[in-house]
């Protein structure tokens, strides 16, 4: 009877490799629990799908108070043959200012959500308190006797300034947020409001007495107090955005400041699939990419400037009146806030495929048709080409694998049939589980 090796326990009673716990009773790999107790491949849960949440949120509150008060009094009180004048004169004058910027989503580096429908959201929300307060009181009495000549005059002014800047950035990415594959979720969200209080007093005394003589007596009281508080807020500022696949929604929310942004300098690459941009109004370059995507913006689609000029498979969007420069690639729909019954359609042209300048039958010409609302553009109808210099992703986009989403049965199903082969005297010769690489062109995704 054949003797199986027992070296330093390389192998368990059955024969089966066992050194260093690299595998289960039943044989199956196990080595720093890349197996789980099937025996099935569990490394990282790289080949797992895992729903990914990422929330962080900022409150805060900016106060600014200024007080200030003046107080002038003067009196004279004069008997006999004599002369008196007294002045008093008061200033006061308080400046207080201040400033927050609140962030709720802070990336400096890289967040790689991997696979997954993932989530990622931002939000900020701040409250800008400012008060201002002016008091000023002046007090003149003059009092004579006899022949005598008195005069007391006295001035009091106040000011009170109080000023409040706030930032509010749901998410601000300075680095590259990736969300992978799945049907993602990024959302940035900042809101502000605020309360100013001014409160101004005066107040003014004049008193005068005379026997056989002259007594003046004037007081002068001025507050003045003004509280202003000034807000910005940013939905999502800065930094690049990759989607990837799936149905992706990215949302850019920015309410209640002075100035609300929705986007402020973003590039944002929506990858394949039915992508959706709400973006509000801001700057920024958007790429949708390959599938049916749709860009929302806020107010009137009469209010926006379409310009192809010098863009390649894209278009400038412009509104003056809310701070609007967006540059739209590979984008097929687009919806206004206001226009919630109109769906606006942009045909690019494809010069590829050498499209002629008629104007399409659907609009009559190559401008907008704000008349209707339906259709922008002209040329191929077709559906929106791919990027002159993205032909390999094509190739890859278009040849789809064939385990993508069976490849964790794929991997089941070898390790469980497939034993490492060894001989009597030596190590595995080939370790199967611990060295099996997957052809490219069985699962390119994972080179």
């Known amino acids: 009877m054949k003797r199986k090796h027992r070296n330093e326990d390389q192998y368990n009673q059955e024969g089966k490799h066992d050194n260093e716990g690299k595998y289960n ?23 797992k799908n895992k729903n990914d949440v990422i929330i962080e949120e900022t409150t805060g509150t900016l106060t600014a108070k200024a007080d200030s008060e003046a107080v002038a009094e003067a009196i004279v009180d004069i ?25 709720g989503l802070d990336n400096q580096d890289i967040i790689d959500t991997g696979v997954g429908k993932d989530t990622v959201t931002g939000t900020a929300s701040g409250e800008a308190s400012v008060s201002a307060m002016a008091t000023a009181t002046a007090t003149a009495i003059a009092i004579s006797a006899d022949t005598s000549s008195a005069t007391a005059i006295s001035s009091a002014t106040a000011v ?32 502000a409001s605020s309360v100013t209080e001014i409160f101004t007093e005066t107040i003014s005394l004049a008193l005068a007495s005379t026997e056989n003589g002259e007594a003046t007596a004037i ?67 958007i790429y949708g990419g390959k599938g049916d995507d749709l860009l929302i913006l806020e107010g009137l689609y009469i209010d926006y400037t379409f310009d192809e000029s010098g863009i390649v498979y894209g278009v400038r969007i412009t509104n003056e009146g809310n701070n609007t420069n967006l540059t739209v690639r590979e984008v097929e729909n687009f919806q206004f806030t206001e226009d919630p019954e109109t769906n606006i359609v942009y045909v690019y042209y494809d010069e590829k495929a050498g499209v002629d300048d008629e104007p399409h ?5 190559d401008n907008q048709n704000k008349e209707n609302g339906n259709t ?3 040329g191929n109808r077709k559906k929106t080409p791919a990027r002159k210099d993205d032909s390999a992703e094509d190739e890859f986009d278009n040849a789809e694998p064939i385990y993508d989403d069976k490849w964790d049965d794929f991997i089941e199903n070898i390790f469980d ?6 001989d009597d005297s030596t190590d595995p010769i080939i370790d199967v589980a611990e060295n099996f690489q997957p052809p490219e062109d069985i699962c390119p995704m994972l080179m």
């Open 361 to 365: 039958e659907e609009t009559g010409d």
């Open 79 to 103: 008997s006999g043959n004599t002369e008196g004048i007294a002045i008093a004169v008061a200033e006061s004058s308080t400046l207080s200012a201040s400033s927050l910027k609140l962030v």
């Open 376 to 378: 922008y553009g002209g």
């Open 219 to 285: 007081a002068d009281a001025v507050a003045l107090a003004t509280a202003e508080a000034t807000s910005t807020t940013i939905g999502i500022k800065d930094g690049e955005f990759y989607l990837g696949r799936g149905d992706d929604t990215i949302n850019a929310v920015a309410t209640g400041g002075e100035t609300n942004i929705g986007v402020q300098n973003v590039l944002i690459f929506g990858g394949k699939g039915d992508d959706t941009f709400n973006l509000q109004n801001g700057t920024g370059d």
């Open 25 to 47: 009773k039943e044989g199956k790999r196990d080595k720093e629990d890349k197996y789980n107790e099937e025996g099935k491949y569990d490394k990282e849960d790289k080949y």
């Open 417 to 422: 049939n497939v034993e490492p082969l060894y």
């Open 160 to 191: 009170a300034e109080a000023v409040a800047d706030l930032t509010v950035v749901g998410i601000e990415n300075l680095g590259i947020i990736n969300t992978g594959k799945g049907n993602d979720i990024i959302t940035g969200e900042a809101t």
